[in-house]
């Protein structure tokens, strides 16, 4: 069993940054991938991003390219999604999931385990 426990959203002004910080219990095995869903008000769940435990993979969405950035620290058990230049389209609560064998691909019914969400404002 894993456990997720994400953190670090707020309310930022557009241009600005934020860190999200997903950390994991249990045990976490090199294929397992981590990532990022969020879901918007009135919209479906949107994958955001995720990486391979391994490290040695990484997916990001389309719309976050470039400004989006995942990593992972073994050591802490911790992914980060670093934010940079927030637009209003990016409020959503940010969900962190984990997937115990993840083929590299967004569908979020490969994500077995989720966080409990937290809220992404930008707004000026």
């Known amino acids: 069993q894993v456990q997720l426990v994400d953190s670090g959203g707020g309310l930022a002004q557009p241009g600005e940054s934020l860190r999200l910080s997903c950390t994991a219990s249990?045990?976490?095995?090199?294929?397992?991938?981590i990532g990022w869903f969020r879901q918007a008000p009135g919209k479906e769940r949107e994958f955001v991003a995720a990486i391979r435990w391994s490290g040695d993979y990484k997916l990001d969405s389309d719309s976050v390219k470039g400004r989006f950035t995942i990593s992972r620290d073994s050591a802490k058990n911790t992914v980060f999604l670093q934010m940079v230049s927030l637009k209003p389209d990016d409020t959503a609560v940010y969900y962190c999931?984990?997937?115990?064998?993840?083929?590299?691909?967004?569908?979020?019914?490969?994500?077995?385990?989720w966080g409990q969400g937290t809220q992404v404002t930008v707004s000026s």
């Open positions: 249990g045990r976490i095995f090199s294929s397992f991938g």
């Open positions: 999931a984990a997937s115990t064998y993840w083929s590299g691909r967004s569908y979020d019914r490969e994500f077995d385990y």
